[in-house]
């Protein structure tokens, strides 16, 4: 989010969602890096106090009991709009032209689901999705199931089965973008505010077991690829989600799909880190990023 809020993008609204922490955290939060990033012109709305069918499973083991270990930040010094997260979406999308929006999905896909179940004519306004979430392989909440999607399955089965372009960056992808000790030493060199805070993030202690040596940057890959698309590489493929028993949350992607079946997105499996990693170092350090084209972006 402090990424894309220091880029150039027309970001029309920040909504958030339980998932990492409940709510009125993941809000207070959002709030906190909108401060940060000096983007009270952005309107902020909370959304889904929950998944769509299931009780709401946090990640506070992993985020800390606020959702930001490691971040030094004061109190929001604004708050959120009035009105619901999803009324919000459904309202913006119905005033938007055809193929005009993307919608850029950081956490599970609650609030996505809703809008697209109670509104199914707001889908031709959506020009593409770019969610973060699920995985090729290994999951990083169980064996079977990436967070996001283990948070919500059947929200993620909703978006991935409603036909809309969707490009989906799962772990297999995001692991790929570490935060390597040079590229800490870079950010703590920026000797700013949005420098120091991405760095405390990046360094703050986290339960073993991922798999990584360093800290993945999962969400920005998001918003890399909504900048600078050329950086990844993927394939379309047919994905499943099971959102029941022990599997709940496992994406079966069909990387070598020889039934042929239609796919439900554009799945990345390589990442240019370095340059990615170079270019959000630019934006920690000016608003310089160059505006892309002219469609309208969603947090």
Known sequence: MAFAARSRLDIRAIITVAGNVPVALTTANALRIRDLAGRSDVPMLAGMAAPMMLALETAKFLCGPDGLAGADLPAPQSSAEPGHAVAAIIRLLRAAEPDSVTLAALGPLSNVAMALRLAPDIVPAIARIVVMGGALGL?????????????????????????????????????????SPEHLRRLRGLDNRAGSVTHAMLTRSRPGGLGTTAHPMHDPCVIGWLLWPELFEGRNCHIEITTEGSLRGRSTIAWHDRQKRSPSAFVVNAIDADTLFDRITVSCRSRSLEFLDDREYFL
Do not use: K, S
């Open 139 to 179: 999951g990083n909440m169980t064996p079977a199931a990436e967070f996001n999607f283990y948070v919500d399955p059947h929200a993620a089965r909703v978006v991935l089965e409603a036909g809309i372009p969707t490009t989906l960056f799962g772990l297999h992808a995001t692991h790929q973008a570490l935060a």
